[in-house]
């Protein structure tokens, strides 16, 4: 691998300008393509005509895995134990198990932050009875979005911290599945546990 310096020069495809053009590797802050942060100070190949990032060589990547692994910080939450049985008893009436809890409950965060499912009334579930217990399990989440719609859904229903919202959801799951046995939402969660299997 050719290690590459601040003030190389080369030619590569630049997608604005529509040709190749001469490029300058130069430090900048890359944003990722999916506009969830971005990488600061690497090295990258930045187009010498519009002034553009062209080209992120491969000395840079793990500086943007860094980044990432940063973005992906587990966010973990006390539980009562009930509540981990519930999300274990839900994977297996979709298809799963144990080990696919975490992305059930990432996927319940997302949609109901971003309202593909509604959010209205997610903090009623803590005044019931299921609610309740002492928090001796641990749930571990770990994902580029979820203290984002963790913090969306702080937003959205008022509730003032993330072992409320995490519980709230876990109850919802429980209401939605083993309760009410909603179609919709078993189909979402079936279709998910096939994804990853």
Do not use: W
């Amino acid at each position: 691998m050719k290690i590459l310096k601040v003030g190389d020069k080369a030619k590569a495809a630049c997608e604005t300008c529509q040709a190749f053009t001469d490029i300058t590797y130069q430090l900048r802050d890359v944003p990722f393509s999916d506009g969830s942060g971005l990488t600061k100070n690497i090295l990258a190949g930045v187009c010498d005509v519009c002034g553009t990032v062209t080209v992120i060589p491969h000395q840079s990547t793990p500086a943007i895995h860094s980044t990432l692994e940063r973005q992906r910080k587990a966010v973990e939450s006390r539980l009562p134990a009930h509540m981990l049985d519930i999300l274990n008893l839900v994977s297996v009436e979709v298809g799963g198990n144990a080990a696919l809890v975490p992305q059930i409950v990432k996927f319940y965060l997302h949609a109901l932050s971003n309202h593909t499912l509604s959010p209205v009334g997610l903090g009623h579930y803590l005044s019931t009875d299921l609610a309740s217990g002492k928090a001796e399990k641990r749930l571990s989440l770990k994902g580029r979005y979820v203290a984002a719609d963790i913090e969306a859904l702080k937003q959205l229903t008022s509730l003032p911290s993330t072992t409320d919202v995490v519980k709230s959801v876990v109850l919802k799951i429980n209401d939605d599945i083993l309760v009410q046995h909603k179609e919709e939402s078993i189909r979402y969660l079936s279709n998910l546990v096939a994804a990853a299997a």
